[in-house]
Nanobody, 127 residues
Framework: QVQLVESGGGLVQAGGSLRLSCATS????????VGWFRQAPGKKREGVSL?????????YGDNVKGRFTISRDPEKKELVYLQMDDLRPEDSGIYYC???????????????????WGQGTQVTVSP
């Protein structure tokens, strides 16, 4: 059974940093994609980042490119991180981890392309 559990959210001032974690189980990150999405109140869920180790694909949404980094823990191979730097108020929202999505960037941002979702973790960036 696939499980995804996010953690690491919180309140931070603009310009600060946070690192989100996604603890995965029930599948191998060596073969399946993992991604991060976010959703602000009243807005659609937005793709943040995609990582697929087998195809060596790493991709970021335009809104976070150059500020966010997705990675896998080199020792705890079931853990995926989203390092978020230079945070802005518009980065606020609930951040979700997802798995079993597209192996490449085509359609990666579409929710329906992903099979499994975590419960989300709240990120709030104050001005």
């Amino acid at each position: 059974q696939v499980q995804l559990v996010e953690s690491g959210g919180g309140l931070v001032q603009a310009g600060g940093s946070l690192r989100l974690s996604c603890a995965t189980s029930g599948f191998s990150l060596d073969y399946y994609s993992v991604g991060w999405f976010r959703q602000a109140p009243g807005k659609k869920r937005e793709g943040v980042s995609l990582m697929h180790l087998a195809t060596r694909t790493v991709f970021y949404g335009d809104n976070v490119k150059g500020r966010f980094t997705i990675s896998r823990d080199p020792e705890k191979k079931e853990l995926v991180y989203l390092q978020m730097d230079d945070l802005r108020p518009e980065d606020s929202g609930i951040y979700y981890c997802a798995s079993h999505g597209p192996p490449f960037e085509q359609d990666w941002y579409k929710e329906r392309e992903w099979s499994n979702w975590g419960q989300g973790t709240q990120v709030t960036v104050s001005p």
